[in-house]
């Protein structure tokens, strides 16, 4: 039997995954509420980079799923305890598999069945030479290595292959289901698709959802075989850490806005509607925060927080639970930093708000100060949360990068983008240079961050009356 | 006016004052100076006396924040509180761990900073708004388009990467300029130029995104619509009446971040080993030495504080009604 993990980020992820869907379920039988959301997927840049984040959420949500595999009984003595291994695994970990595993000594550069330094080897003959060894797993089922370029070729238009045949497979199913609801021939809504006329803009998102598949599907043949990206300093597969990653920035993305919204939606809207002590209060206290630089903050929380954990070593039975306390330590600083932006928002939201007649309808009527900033003003200020929200996200993946490189960011052995691009650093400079693992942390934080901005761009379209709905 | 900007400099009191509250609960409360000598004694076999003496040494052998031992005044002065907090408030930054003066420091340190700082501060400025009121100007055309794409793409690169690829591209493969260092007098200026680009360049996404969003929103104003019925020229009114009306939002982000200029930038000194602030808070925060850090923190408030000062007395030049009321 395995053991399974729950994380204190996984346990917030969990909490995250029941909101949004309680969220969802609640918007959905609402048409006001299901309206914008509508008009979002309607937008070919929502409907596709609202895709490409659900790849990006999805992985993570399978890196979030934790287990420790039993360690099996030395000698025959039937152990009635079972003990569990110190290593915390995911799903994604399972999934990932050949790549998790196949280590190599050191460097070595994307496709490359041999070694990136040279080792001393002693020859048939007895002499000592200097030579590039052959990869353990990288190309190793190659018997001639010339061939491999070839053979990577090969594999590359299979994987393709069978991207293609299972795209079109989708297709026709969702051609037949949309024929019979709208009653038209299959051939009709073909040419609808293909002409982008139909809403929501089913030609982007098929279009999408084709490049994405083949880039599954190529990697699925490829990785197992070959060294993606390359292998980094100890050996392991760049391409399994990049993947590793994804679920640390998107934890800092969503986990410190999750953690900070309530204090900021609170303290907003009391400083709004209360006005007086309650407002003066409220300035003072996110004037003063943000007046300390937010790196220099964070620097000084993570050090402290670092001599704790050096100095309490008992409490962590594993290294992922130390690194995961750092992890959820960083999203709740980085959120002390984070809330009084959104805080000063609502408060200019909320004191406008509580001097239109329908507040003060409220008021005469007796209502409440609580009921009033619950029922009144909290559902009129929702659009500045979440597009909010929605803004920081990007920005907090890139924030972790840059905290992770000057080295008050995520635990060093954590795998994030941040600490590929730290360590890249050194690589750089070596001569001949070893660029795959900054490329390959690039390629995927670029994506997620260029597709993040785009959505946050339709989101606030939408969602922000000032703006036209044009 | 004099008894608005007296109010104004006297609401930066309480903020210092809570400020320094703060640090000190994160500094000397949370994280207790018998952990610091510990840590910086190493973990193991470390007794008491050398705990003791490293205390002493470094000035964090006195109570925290009253000394009950002592009579009068010296209750309150002769702790780690006045010792190492209250002073900073007169710039008092006392020694770093190994020894040096941090007030020293930071006078000498603070020229590269401003070196790199200011340039790229007034370059970023000039080609932001340059090139948001270029796309203004274009609006509704495909280089509307593709700029605004652009600079969403420019916007999403981590600043990471462009210094490392400026790194590469001018230092390491055209030879150019010198990777990183730095050198006083002039000779400065070729160790300046390469960080001043990537400063500039990396600024150009959010920065376009944020004026272009500003003109844009006073372009919908009746103002403008009165200035086009009027029939003035598209041009004359975007530089006469926009470009002007735009000042107040365009202040509002602008002078907040002049004073912080003076704390140069992390990374890029980091990256171009540059010996300004910005390298001096990094290094620090990697030997651990909580005095610089503690300093710095201060001095970043400070001009934060400053910065929100300036703000308000900019308005007052740029917007008469603020003047008036």
Redesign the interface.
């Known amino acids: 039997m395995i053991l399974p993990v729950a994380l204190w980020t996984d346990q917030l992820v969990f909490v995250l995954v029941a909101t949004v869907t309680a969220l969802f379920l609640y918007a959905k039988r609402r048409p006001h509420l299901r309206a914008p959301w509508r008009a979002i997927i309607e937008r070919p840049m929502g409907a596709v980079t609202l895709l490409v984040l659900l790849v990006y959420v999805s992985i993570a949500l399978l890196d979030s799923l934790h287990f420790r595999l039993p360690v099996k009984p030395v000698g025959d003595k039937p152990d009635r305890e079972t003990h569990y291994s110190v290593e915390v695994l995911s799903v994604l970990d399972v999934m990932l598999g050949p790549i998790r595993t196949h280590d190599e000594k050191t460097y070595s550069a994307p496709f490359a069945t041999r070694l990136f330094v040279q080792e001393s080897m002693v020859d048939t003959e007895g002499r000592d030479r200097r030579v590039y060894p052959r990869l353990q797993y990288g190309g190793a089922h190659l018997d001639d290595e010339s061939g491999r370029w070839a053979d990577v070729a090969v594999r590359t238009g299979l994987g393709s292959l069978y991207a293609v045949l299972a795209w079109s497979a989708l297709v026709l199913l969702l051609l037949l289901k949309m024929a019979r609801r709208s009653g038209c021939g299959p051939g009709e809504i073909c040419l609808d698709i293909k002409r982008g006329r139909l809403r929501p803009p089913w030609r982007s998102v098929l279009l999408t959802l084709l490049l994405i598949m083949m880039a599954i599907a190529i990697l699925v043949e490829l990785a197992p075989l070959y060294h993606v990206f390359g292998t980094d300093k100890v050996g392991q597969d760049v391409l399994f850490s990049a993947i590793k990653s994804i679920r640390t920035a998107l934890l800092i993305g969503t986990l410190t806005t999750l953690i900070m919204l309530p204090f900021a939606i609170m303290m907003g809207i009391m400083a709004g509607y209360l006005r007086g002590f309650v407002d003066d209060l409220i300035q ?1 206290l996110y ?7 937010g ?3 964070i ?3 993570i ?2 927080l670092q ?2 954990i ?2 309490h070593p008992e409490l962590f039975d594993t290294d992922a639970a130390r690194a995961d306390l750092r992890l959820l330590f960083l999203c709740m600083i980085l959120g002390v930093t984070n809330w009084t932006g959104l805080c000063r928002l609502l408060r200019g939201e909320a004191l406008k708000l509580s001097s239109l007649s329908y507040v003060e309808a409220a008021v005469a009527f007796g209502v409440r100060p609580a009921r009033i900033m619950m029922r009144h003003l909290l559902p009129n200020v929702m659009h500045i949360v979440l597009i909010s929200v929605v803004l920081d996200f ?1 920005g907090l993946v ?1 924030a972790e ?2 905290l992770s ?4 960011g995520v635990d060093p052995n954590m795998h994030s983008w941040g600490n590929m ?1 730290n360590s ?2 050194l690589e ?1 400079a070596r001569e001949p240079m070893v660029w795959w693992s ?1 490329s390959a942390a ?1 390629v995927l ?2 994506v997620l ?2 597709a993040a ?2 959505f946050s ?1 339709v989101v606030r379209d939408i969602f922000d009356p ?1 703006r036209g709905r044009g | 006016m004099l008894a608005y900007i007296l109010r104004r400099t006297l609401y930066a009191i ?2 210092l004052i ?2 320094n509250l ?2 000190f609960v ?2 000397f409360v ?2 207790t100076p018998d ?2 000598a ?2 910086h004694l190493g ?1 193991k076999r470390v007794t008491s006396e050398a705990i003791n003496q490293w205390k002493t040494e470094h000035g964090y052998d006195k109570p925290l924040l009253i000394n009950r031992g002592a009579s009068g005044l010296e209750v309150l002065t002769e702790t780690v509180f006045f010792d190492k907090s209250i002073r900073l408030l007169v710039f008092d930054f006392g020694a770093s761990d190994d020894g040096r003066s941090i007030g020293q420091d930071i006078r000498q340190r603070m020229w590269p900073s401003l070196a790199i700082a200011i340039p790229v501060f007034l370059i970023g400025l000039l080609v932001n708004i340059t090139v948001a009121l270029l796309i203004v100007f274009l609006q509704a055309t495909y280089i509307d388009l593709l700029a605004v794409i652009t600079l ?2 420019l ?7 462009y210094i ?1 690829g400026g ?2 591209l001018f230092g390491k493969l055209l030879h150019l300029i010198p990777v990183s260092g730095y050198d006083g007098g002039l000779s400065a200026f070729r160790f300046v130029i390469l960080p001043v680009i990537i400063g500039v360049i990396s600024g150009i996404g959010s920065g376009g995104r944020w004026y272009r969003a500003i003109f844009l ?1 006073e372009m919908g104003k009746d103002y403008v619509r009165t200035a086009r019925a009027k029939g003035i020229g598209e041009r004359l009114v975007l530089f006469r009446h926009v470009l002007r009306n735009a000042m107040i939002p365009i202040l509002t982000g602008v002078v907040v971040v002049i004073p ?1 200029l003076f ?1 140069g930038s ?2 890029t000194e ?2 171009f080993a540059i010996p300004g602030l910005g390298s001096y ?2 290094d620090a ?2 030997a ?1 030495d ?1 005095a610089i ?2 300093s ?2 201060f001095l ?2 400070l001009l ?2 400053l910065g ?1 000062l300036l703000t308000d007395l900019s308005y007052t030049f740029v917007d008469p009604r603020v003047r008036l009321s």
Request: charge should be neutral; glycine fraction near 6%; avoid cysteine.
């Open positions: 003072y004037t003063t925060l943000n007046s300390i630089p790196v220099l903050l620097a000084s929380a050090l402290l001599v704790y050096d100095g990007s890139l990068a840059v490189y000057v080295g008050v691009i890249a650093r750089m900054l690039f934080m670029f961050v260029l901005n785009l761009d000032r | 309480p903020i809570g400020v703060i640090t994160l500094f949370v994280n952990d610091m510990r840590m973990q969403v793409v916007m999403s690169i981590s600043g990471l990467f490392i790194q590469f929103e912080i704390m992390l990374i980091s990256f808070t990094i925060i990697n651990q909580f850090v503690r710095m923190v970043g408030s934060y504080v929100l």
